[in-house]
């Protein structure tokens, strides 16, 4: 029975997590404030991106009474490039919440840590039991994915209760020492079992008791739902520049990339002599347009198509801000969809 199997779970992969495990700059202490960072950092982007993100941040702001009274500014810029602006500004929350309703201690119960702002049940699952030997699952999609191949399970891992009932089976034969062991299911996960290749079984400590590698599946899983087509959307990007200083704006307080700069942008692709008239339309003079460049940007469920306008103007105007370049790289947050745009200038 699958039970069976994972009860074998812990130890097996405890003692290969001690010996193998990699050195992570997070894995040093058991500071709340500095899992909780890591693991939001560590959302949809990969370990050797997160690391120099973790050290400025932490560099930055080292504490958790900091980061409750951080500016807006400063959190967008030690996150520019990480995606997913809504993590850092409910890090911010969250910590707010805890100087307030905790005096300014991070909680130590699940429910309490669950209740915080962007904390959902993976990372309230990993924060109680690494920090707090709670035997508190933390199951993402490495975890599903080892799971589902120890099981032999078919059973779509994006499926909700797919992922309520491997929660439940993980609870049921967590051991003492909750931490390592949540650490050594990610880390399976995260490696030898890892996503978009070949799980690297002949390594595995699982080998001896899992199912698939068994019966010669295991390439085969995990099984996930079909994917839907994301919503394509079409922008023009206007790259204004006027003696050294170049035109940004502030995108809106809500909605995508809520608060962050962009370049001036509209709804559509225009050619450079459409480009042109919008450009008149704000109320500025093009002195002579550079050149036009294709580019895009993927977000979880919308495309964006661009066509990005590098044009010079003979003033500064329009309703922008203005800045020199040592002032955006310094000051202002450009999401990766417009920076990809500003680093095509610092190239040049």
């Known amino acids: 029975m699958n039970g069976d199997i994972l009860t074998q779970l812990p130890g097996a992969i405890l003692p290969w997590f001690e010996k193998e495990k990699r050195d992570l700059p997070w894995r040093q202490d058991k500071d709340p404030y500095h899992i909780w960072l890591s693991e939001i950092m560590l959302q949809q982007t990969r370990v050797e991106a997160v690391k120099g993100y973790y050290a400025r941040f932490l560099a930055e702001i080292p504490t958790l009474p900091q980061l409750a009274t951080a500016h807006d500014e400063l959190l967008h810029k030690l996150w520019e490039g990480l995606g997913y602006y809504s993590r850092v500004r409910n890090l911010k929350k969250a910590a707010q919440v805890i100087m307030t309703r905790h005096n300014g201690q991070f909680p130590t119960s699940h429910p309490e840590i669950l209740a915080l702002p962007g904390i959902g049940p993976y990372t309230a699952g990993a924060i109680a039991s690494i920090c707090y030997d709670l035997p508190t699952p933390a199951v993402d999609g490495n975890v599903l994915r080892v799971i589902s191949r120890l099981c032999n399970e078919d ?85 204004l520049s006027c003696n050294g200083f170049y035109a940004l704006r502030k995108r809106p307080h809500k909605g995508l990339l809520a608060g962050l700069w962009e370049f001036p942008n509209i709804p559509g692709q225009l050619d450079m002599a459409k480009g042109l008239e919008i450009v008149k339309g704000w109320g500025l003079t093009p002195r002579q347009p550079l050149r036009q460049v294709q580019r895009q940007h993927i977000f979880t469920h919308i495309q964006w198509q661009m066509q990005g306008l590098y044009l010079e103007v003979t003033e500064k105007g329009g309703g922008f801000h203005w800045l020199t370049p040592n002032q955006i790289r310094q000051d202002a947050a450009l999401p990766t969809a417009f920076r990809q745009f500003w680093e095509e200038i610092q190239d040049v």
Request: one cysteine or more.
């Open 155 to 239: 059973t779509p891992i994006d499926s909700p209760a797919y992922r309520k009932s491997v929660e439940q089976r993980l609870a049921a034969i967590y051991p003492a020492s909750a931490g390592d062991f949540t650490q050594a299911l990610m880390e399976l996960g995260a490696t030898l079992c890892g996503p978009n290749r070949a799980p690297r079984c002949a390594e595995c400590p699982c080998r001896t008791f899992c199912k698939a590698h068994s019966a010669g599946t295991a390439e085969k899983l995990p099984v996930r739902s079909p994917k839907k087509a994301k919503k394509q959307e079409d922008k023009t990007v206007f790259i």
